[in-house]
Every structure is written in C-alpha cells, then in structure tokens.
C-alpha cells in the first residue's frame, strides 16, 4: 500500500470502510489504519501496514500465529494467536494491535488484496501498488 499524504484531506472515509467491513459499524479507532494530523492539521498522514518484507511483528510471534500468505500479505491466524501481544509491541510503526473483543492480534490484511479503503478514498490518498511497481 502507497499512500500519498499530500493528497489526503483527514477525511476519515478510509477508517469508516475499513472499520465497516471489520465490526459492521463506523468506528475509525477500530478500522486497522490510521490518519496522523501533524502541525495543528496543516497535512494528514496516512498509515498503514507496509506489508514489511522482514515483518517484526511475524518474527516477534511466539506460536508463529502470522505468516506472509501466497499473494504477499502478512496475516495473523485468529485461531493460533495466543494474545500476547508481543506483535503489537515490536511492529515499528504501530499497526498491530489487539481486538478490545477478542483480545487477538490484528492488523491490515489488505481485505485480501482488494482494500477497501483505497476504494473509498476520495481523494485518491491511497494506492495499492505490487512490489516492483513504484513510480516516483
């Protein structure tokens, strides 16, 4: 996932569709990305997980509950996860957390590779890109 935060606007349309899809209500604080207003909402800073090719939270995991699947994404099993929280703790940008239901991990799995975010995103703030794509 590419995001550009020159384009975003701190709308929040992102986190409504992603917490949507995730809890089937809109609740941002529980949709599995996140919109940082830096310099008194000067600019919008849109994070997300960045899918890490040596994923600290996957290393960090005790029972090896979060594997990297066929397309790529890192995703967590629910049924392995133990909840520790260890995956939380190390992902260095703070995109793993823990359900407040189900006490398991949990972090963007890119719906599977069809983000519904970058779908919603009017602004066009979020790109999904495949590694080797990136135009500068």
Same mark, same amino acid.
């Given at each position: 996932m590419?995001?550009?935060?020159?384009?975003c606007?701190?709308c929040s349309?992102?986190q409504?569709a992603c917490s949507?899809d995730?809890?089937k209500?809109?609740?941002?604080?529980?949709?599995r990305?996140?919109i940082?207003l830096?310099?008194?909402n000067?600019y919008h800073?849109?994070v997300?997980?960045?899918q890490c090719?040596?994923?600290y939270?996957?290393n960090?995991c005790?029972?090896k509950?979060?594997?990297r699947?066929? &397309?790529?994404?890192?995703?967590?099993d629910p049924?392995e996860c133990? *909840?520790?929280?260890? $995956? /939380?703790?190390? #992902?260095?940008?703070g995109?793993?957390?823990?359900d407040? &239901?189900?006490?398991?991990a949990v972090?963007?799995?890119?719906?599977q *590779?069809?983000?519904l $975010? /970058?779908e919603a #995103?009017p602004?066009g703030?979020?790109e999904?890109?495949?590694?080797?794509?990136i135009?500068?």
């Amino acid at each position: 996932m590419h995001t550009h935060f020159d384009k975003c606007t701190g709308c929040s349309i992102c986190q409504l569709a992603c917490s949507m899809d995730l809890i089937k209500g809109y609740n941002p604080r529980r949709s599995r990305l996140l919109i940082q207003l830096k310099n008194e909402n000067l600019y919008h800073l849109p994070v997300v997980c960045n899918q890490c090719e040596n994923a600290y939270c996957m290393n960090a995991c005790p029972v090896k509950a979060i594997q990297r699947n066929d &397309d790529g994404i890192v995703c967590i099993d629910p049924d392995e996860c133990i *909840g520790c929280g260890l $995956c /939380v703790q190390y #992902c260095p940008i703070g995109m793993a957390a823990l359900d407040p &239901d189900t006490q398991k991990a949990v972090k963007c799995e890119l719906c599977q *590779g069809n983000p519904l $975010c /970058v779908e919603a #995103c009017p602004a066009g703030a979020l790109e999904l890109i495949y590694k080797g794509e990136i135009n500068a």
